[in-house]
């Protein structure tokens, strides 16, 4: 299940799975992912891989001090616009999970 929601200006999408990488059929839970439409998305799923990559929020409690992620933090992210943050994993390990 996902929904679509207005945040900073933004239209976002929320899912659980991060993007799907349409060219790896055999990634996990494939199906089931979201396709790229270049709107942000916030989602779970790869708990401690990434805070941010590309255009996506992961809000796992993992990579967050295991709190939840603050609505102000999410729209500060969206307004300054797509960076992988400092200290995360390289872009390409958003596939793998």
Same mark, same amino acid.
């Given at each position: 299940? @996902?929904m679509?929601l @207005?945040? +900073?200006?933004d239209?976002?999408?929320l899912?659980? *799975?991060?993007?799907?990488n349409?060219? $790896?059929?055999?990634q996990?839970?494939y +199906? *089931?992912?979201?396709l790229?439409?270049?709107r942000?998305l916030i989602?779970?799923?790869?708990?401690?891989r990434?805070?941010?990559?590309?255009?996506?929020?992961n809000?796992?409690? $993992?990579?967050?001090?295991f709190?939840?992620v %603050?609505? $102000?933090?999410? %729209? @500060?992210i969206?307004?300054?616009?797509p960076?992988? *943050?400092?200290?995360?994993? +390289?872009?390409a390990d %958003?596939d793998d999970?």
């Open positions: 299940m @996902e679509r @207005e945040i +900073a200006g239209s976002v999408l899912n659980h *799975l991060p993007y799907r349409v060219a $790896d059929v055999s996990k839970f +199906a *089931l992912r979201p790229d439409e270049g942000w989602h779970g799923h790869v708990h401690n990434w805070k941010v990559s590309r255009k996506q929020i809000v796992s409690v $993992d990579v967050w001090s709190e939840p %603050a609505w $102000d933090t999410i %729209a @500060e969206i307004r300054q616009g960076v992988d *943050l400092v200290g995360n994993p +390289a872009s %958003a999970y």
